[in-house]
Every structure is written in C-alpha cells, then in structure tokens.
C-alpha cells in the first residue's frame, strides 16, 4: 500500500491537477487522477505500470461526465486489483 500511494504522489509531481479519492461505496480500490496533459491510452496504461510495478489487466478509453478517461485496471505486487483514472484530454 505504502509503494501505490508513494507511486500515486509521483504522479502528482509529474504534473498532475489532482488526487481524488472515489465516490463512497466503491471501496479503496479506485483512484482517479486528473493530468494536466493529454496521453494517449497506451502512455497511461504505461506509467500505470510503471508507477505500480504491477500488471495491467485492462485499458480502455470511456467517456464520463462528457469527458474521455482512459480507464486502467491494474494487480499490484501486493495482488489487489485497482482501477485508476487518468483524463485523456488533460482539461
């Protein structure tokens, strides 16, 4: 746990515009991340990656509340499955 929040601070100093925690009753296993730049899915599926160290399970690119997110779900090393957000279109 302490290796993801640590993973998700970089994040933020890599430019990021903020670290939200999820809507109340979807559990600790969500995070969404607001870039201040746009990035392709592939680059987000990426520094998820990277930034975990775990294994991407799946990436797709949605669309919520009318804006594009790329949706990356991940297993850490600690093997919890989490969801991270990151906006595609940096707004």
């Keep these: 746990m302490k290796r993801f929040t640590a993973a998700m601070l970089l994040c933020l100093a890599l ?3 903020a670290l939200l925690a999820a809507p109340e009753g979807y559990g ?3 995070v ?3 870039q201040a730049s746009g990035m392709t899915l592939k680059q987000a ?3 998820v990656r990277r930034e975990t160290g775990g294994r991407i399970l799946s990436a797709e690119t949605v669309r919520e509340k009318g804006r594009k997110v790329h949706r990356i779900k991940v297993l850490t090393q600690d ?3 989490r969801i ?3 906006e595609a279109n940096g707004r």
Excluded: E, P
């Design 32 to 34: 969404t991340v607001a």
């Design 15 to 17: 430019g990021a515009q």
């Design 79 to 81: 093997q919890k499955v």
């Design 45 to 47: 599926a990426a520094q």
């Design 28 to 30: 600790s296993n969500r």
């Design 84 to 86: 991270v957000r990151i």
